[in-house]
């Protein structure tokens, strides 16, 4: 298995609602072969270009590379076929390794029993080649392998290029009762059009995922620049000279910020937790901190865009109609000329915002069904500005 002779297919998990923005991620890197896909985007790459989107790829949570496709016809079929791949040239003996199984197939009762079936194929073919079997390690495994078989019985083996999901970044030291895993919290970003440049504010920071992924954006640091282990770092085929190149011309790849990114929160253990992982990740001196309530902050002169993540409703006894209402009457009264998008589950409570949204985009938030909101604060009414932009 190389990558150098040719480009490989990759897949790359995503969130629901996330598919364009990773798309324009990877057009952004120089990659142009891409397929979108449910939950997922497609496409090829070199070893140089997969070591870059592991790093670079802000709203990817994985990144898998198939390299064999077969149909089975039972479960020792499936055994049989895994066997006989040379596993020896893509992991050694003393290293651990885990599977990951989707199973759509009539063949099987339950995904792990493929998974099962295709460990001791690989174990099995390491101990008649050398007399021992590599420990399988479902926690912390060197190698990580993936096993789809459809409802076809088409079975395709792929390697997790990433290791531990890409939204692990490494900064987040403390979670607050209801986080947003990074990986979303920069595709909201992305997906409002900030200019990187404006005034950006979270009016809900909590732990401060938003403020911290739009602090990277805007200074250009790829996501995952700190991250100390990728799972092509134990294939036999790494190139560790070429990874440490990619890594140096990403660090001089940084720029200054220009705007202000402010986050606001009124509980102050959160913001606590917000200082800590601010400052695990370098940002102490790019991000603005205020303990007050989102109605006491007083709205920056110069107008930007406003992205946050306020309470569901989802814990039990938390009424939010009054604080969406409150938000509401917020913007309306502080930030004209402002762009404020907010994500919640909670349909009915986002009706007593009292705007009329210029943007509804569905996407999740862990298992629940989201709306991420653009509210569009003109300066005067509206009618004003539409007829100003028509002058």
């Given at each position: 298995?190389?990558?150098?002779?040719?480009?490989?297919?990759?897949?790359?998990?995503?969130?629901?609602?996330?598919?364009?923005?990773?798309?324009?991620?990877?057009?952004?890197?120089?990659?142009?072969?891409?397929?979108?896909?449910?939950?997922?985007?497609?496409?090829?790459?070199?070893?140089?270009?997969?070591?870059?989107?592991?790093?670079?790829?802000?709203?990817?949570?994985?990144?898998?590379?198939?390299?064999?496709?077969?149909?089975?016809?039972?479960?020792?079929?499936?055994?049989?076929?895994?066997?006989?791949?040379?596993?020896?040239?893509?992991?050694?003996?003393?290293?651990?390794?885990?599977?990951?199984?989707?199973?759509?197939?009539?063949?099987?009762?339950?995904?792990?029993?493929?998974?099962?079936?295709?460990?001791?194929?690989?174990?099995?073919?390491?101990?008649?080649?050398?007399?021992?079997?590599?420990?399988?390690?479902?926690?912390?495994?060197?190698?990580?392998?993936?096993?789809?078989?459809?409802?076809?019985?088409?079975?395709?083996?792929?390697?997790?290029?990433?290791?531990?999901?890409?939204?692990?970044?490494?900064?987040?030291?403390?979670?607050?009762?209801?986080?947003?895993?990074?990986?979303?919290?920069?595709?909201?970003?992305?997906?409002?059009?900030?200019?990187?440049?404006?005034?950006?504010?979270?009016?809900?920071?909590?732990?401060?995922?938003?403020?911290?992924?739009?602090?990277?954006?805007?200074?250009?640091?790829?996501?995952?620049?700190?991250?100390?282990?990728?799972?092509?770092?134990?294939?036999?085929?790494?190139?560790?000279?070429?990874?440490?190149?990619?890594?140096?011309?990403?660090?001089?790849?940084?720029?200054?910020?220009?705007?202000?990114?402010?986050?606001?929160?009124?509980?102050?253990?959160?913001?606590?937790?917000?200082?800590?992982?601010?400052?695990?990740?370098?940002?102490?001196?790019?991000?603005?901190?205020?303990?007050?309530?989102?109605?006491?902050?007083?709205?920056?002169?110069?107008?930007g865009v406003i992205v946050c993540n306020p309470p569901y409703g989802e814990r039990i006894g938390e009424n939010v109609d009054e604080l969406y209402t409150?938000?509401?009457?917020?913007?309306?009264?502080?930030?004209?000329?402002?762009?404020?998008?907010?994500?919640?589950?909670?349909?009915?409570?986002?009706?007593?915002?009292?705007?009329?949204?210029?943007?509804?985009?569905?996407?999740?938030?862990?298992?629940?069904?989201?709306?991420?909101?653009?509210?569009?604060?003109?300066?005067?009414?509206?009618?004003?500005?539409?007829?100003?932009?028509?002058?």
């Amino acid at each position: 298995m190389s990558l150098e002779d040719r480009k490989k297919k990759i897949i790359a998990k995503t969130s629901f609602g996330l598919e364009d923005v990773l798309i324009d991620e990877l057009k952004e890197l120089g990659i142009i072969e891409i397929e979108k896909a449910n939950r997922a985007v497609t496409f090829y790459a070199t070893k140089e270009e997969l070591y870059k989107a592991n790093i670079w790829l802000r709203t990817a949570n994985r990144l898998i590379m198939p390299f064999k496709e077969f149909t089975i016809k039972s479960d020792d079929d499936l055994y049989n076929q895994i066997k006989k791949i040379e596993w020896e040239d893509i992991f050694d003996v003393t290293q651990t390794f885990a599977i990951d199984s989707t199973v759509f197939s009539p063949l099987f009762n339950h995904t792990k029993y493929a998974a099962f079936k295709a460990k001791d194929a690989i174990a099995d073919r390491f101990r008649d080649k050398f007399d021992k079997r590599p420990d399988v390690d479902t926690t912390n495994p060197h190698i990580r392998i993936n096993i789809h078989i459809n409802a076809d019985n088409i079975c395709t083996v792929s390697l997790d290029s990433s290791g531990d999901p890409l939204f692990k970044r490494g900064y987040r030291d403390s979670r607050s009762i209801a986080p947003i895993k990074e990986d979303l919290a920069a595709g909201l970003i992305l997906l409002s059009g900030w200019d990187k440049q404006s005034t950006f504010v979270d009016l809900f920071c909590g732990s401060g995922t938003l403020l911290i992924e739009a602090a990277m954006i805007a200074c250009n640091i790829p996501p995952n620049i700190n991250r100390a282990v990728f799972g092509f770092m134990n294939w036999k085929n790494y190139d560790e000279q070429l990874f440490d190149d990619i890594i140096d011309e990403a660090l001089d790849e940084e720029i200054d910020l220009v705007g202000k990114i402010i986050g606001v929160d009124n509980d102050g253990r959160v913001m606590g937790m917000s200082r800590a992982n601010i400052q695990a990740a370098g940002l102490t001196d790019k991000i603005e901190l205020h303990k007050k309530d989102f109605n006491a902050f007083k709205a920056p002169k110069e107008a930007g865009v406003i992205v946050c993540n306020p309470p569901y409703g989802e814990r039990i006894g938390e009424n939010v109609d009054e604080l969406y209402t409150t938000f509401g009457d917020n913007l309306k009264a502080q930030y004209d000329g402002w762009n404020a998008w907010m994500i919640s589950s909670n349909m009915d409570a986002l009706k007593k915002v009292g705007l009329r949204p210029s943007r509804k985009i569905k996407v999740f938030n862990g298992s629940l069904e989201c709306r991420f909101m653009k509210y569009e604060m003109y300066k005067g009414t509206k009618r004003i500005h539409k007829l100003e932009a028509n002058a």
